[in-house]
């Protein structure tokens, strides 16, 4: 008789509950009806009949306890909307001063569930948010919405607290049910931590210590974020070192980046590193290819590619999507991407401290995808997968994309990803600094020149590419690669032809940098490859 009487026992703490909103909350979509609610569907079995407490978040009346007998309290988390003033691009703005003297820059505020009334908000043991779902119609509802926003740091505050994550006293379950059509941020609650959906309701069963991690982030990429190991949570940092964490690329559509891809798996050794190198590729690389990739330190694995619904056929970014495949490395617990134009010039590893999804700014809200901390999940490849031709890029390719999905992001400092570009009159010299970790060598690349100078300056629709400083620090990694590797980096008689073309043609117009006059000694002009 034991189930029996604890299904009744159940029944009535639900009953009880969804009374007690119905007379409270008027606007409540609630029924006196459990046994029919997607609410009683998705919490059954989950307490064995004994008295739960419950907080409600957004979903207005006055903050007050309801107690209804022995079986259920329901609580109003009160909170301050945050002003109607504040825009998205108020907490993500375009650029901050990561060097100020005076200290990192102050974030807007977001109020959070009131810290007087904290003692009210202990012991929960669910908590259900209404999601709010401003913004833009189709599938842009909710997305860039701060009041959205802030209901869910609220939401996530509340069960990290109550959950007791890193406390000592051991972490309880907090279950949270989001109720709309929107439903919760996925990057603060992830698919991985659902445990059912019926229409506009969502239960999730959070992974606290991933949510803490979330909450000690600055509430936007109005600050760098610091890495959880600074928190001192001992076990987390405990934890963290039997972690499996690997560098990933993607390699598509061609053999262009072929010696890239070397050269960056060189670069990263070359800082000491010892963590796995992934690289994903499709069949556009040859054995030959395969061979070079894998004696320069990648493991390699064959993909089917993904085009990019948006781009132009046969344009560079046609088959971008693939990158989306680094989400089913699911052998590891955590992937630093780097797009293979990319050269490590410092140790990264301390960046896997970070969560996903956290790169460095690009434009305006907006990340830049060539490094990215990301965490693989089977489920969340299927919710891109499931978004690539509902989510439209700004500019056909994986990094509209994924900023449409990903818009709360972390901003990692921009020497993380230096972008080699130089758009200001003063940087004559165009000198890259000690203290990049990585450049992004944006226009003509390195091996795709004479070794002797960067190439963009033969193009004046490309100088703002240049500089020679980026140029040499990427041969000074090709100088200490092995022979065998730097043969997979020879010139083509394509690119030795259009180089020839180029500095003619800087000539004629006697460009003032005057890169033409150059007397070339690159040995590889004269080891031209088919």
Not at 123 to 140: F, I, Y
Request: with cysteine; proline share 5%.
């Amino acid at each position: 008789m034991r189930p029996q009487k604890s299904c009744l026992n159940l029944f009535v703490i639900l009953y009880l509950f969804f009374f007690s909103l119905y007379i409270t909350f008027l606007n409540f979509p609630f029924t006196p009806k459990p046994q029919t609610h997607p609410l009683y569907r998705l919490l059954a079995g989950k307490f064995d009949g004994r008295k739960i407490k419950i907080g409600l978040v957004n979903f207005g009346g006055d903050a007050h306890h309801h107690n209804n007998s022995n079986s259920v309290e329901t609580v109003n988390i009160d909170f301050e909307h945050v002003s109607k003033d504040k825009k998205w691009e108020d907490f993500f703005p375009e650029w901050i001063d990561e060097d100020s003297k005076w200290g990192p820059p102050r974030c807007p505020d977001i109020p959070l569930a009131s810290r007087r009334r904290m003692g009210e908000y202990r012991g929960l043991d669910v908590v259900v948010a209404r999601v709010p779902c401003g913004g833009g119609g189709g599938e842009k509802r909710g997305i860039r919405d701060v009041f959205r926003l802030q209901v869910n740091l609220v939401v996530a505050n509340l069960v990290v607290e109550n959950g007791g994550v890193g406390s000592g006293r051991g972490d309880r379950t907090v279950y949270v049910v989001f109720v709309g059509s929107c439903g919760p941020m996925e990057e603060m609650f992830r698919c991985d931590d659902m445990v059912s959906h019926v229409g506009d309701y969502w239960l999730y069963k959070p992974d606290l210590k991933k949510l803490k991690q979330k909450i000690l982030m600055p509430v936007g990429t109005c600050q760098i974020a610091s890495p959880f190991a600074e928190t001192g949570d001992e076990s987390w940092n405990k934890a963290h070192y039997h972690r499996k964490f690997a560098y990933a690329t993607v390699l598509h559509s061609s053999e262009a980046y072929v010696c890239g891809a070397i050269a960056l798996a060189q670069s990263i050794i070359q800082t000491n590193s010892t963590k796995d190198l992934i690289l994903l590729h499709d069949s556009s690389i040859s054995p030959k290819s395969l061979r070079g990739l894998r004696s320069a330190g990648w493991k390699t694995t064959l993909i089917e590619p993904i085009r990019s619904p948006f781009a132009r056929k046969d344009s560079y970014n046609e088959w971008n999507y693939s990158k989306l495949r680094i989400w089913q490395l699911k052998q590891y617990d955590k992937l630093i991407f780097i797009d293979s134009d990319i050269v490590v010039l410092r140790n990264l590893d301390s960046f896997f401290h970070y969560p996903q999804l956290s790169a460095s700014g690009n434009d305006k809200v907006l990340f830049n995808s060539g490094i990215m901390v990301i965490e693989p999940s089977e489920c969340k490849f299927n919710d891109l997968m499931s978004k690539i031709t509902k989510l439209k890029s700004y500019n056909g390719g994986d990094q509209g994309f994924l900023n449409e999905v990903f818009t709360w992001w972390h901003r990692l400092p921009s020497k993380l990803n230096y972008l080699k570009v130089f758009r200001r009159g003063d940087d004559r010299n165009r000198e890259i600094s000690e203290n990049v970790y990585a450049i992004h060598l944006l226009g003509l690349k390195p091996w795709m020149c004479y070794k002797d100078y960067d190439c963009n300056w033969d193009m004046v629709d490309r100088h703002e590419f240049a500089s020679d400083s980026a140029h040499m620090k990427w041969w000074k990694v090709f100088d200490k690669m092995p022979k065998r590797l730097q043969k997979y980096c020879g010139l083509t008689q394509h690119m030795d032809a259009r180089i020839r073309k180029w500095r003619k043609i800087a000539k004629k117009a006697g460009l003032p940098d005057q890169h033409w006059k150059m007397n070339v000694k690159d040995p590889r002009q004269r080891n031209i490859i088919d």
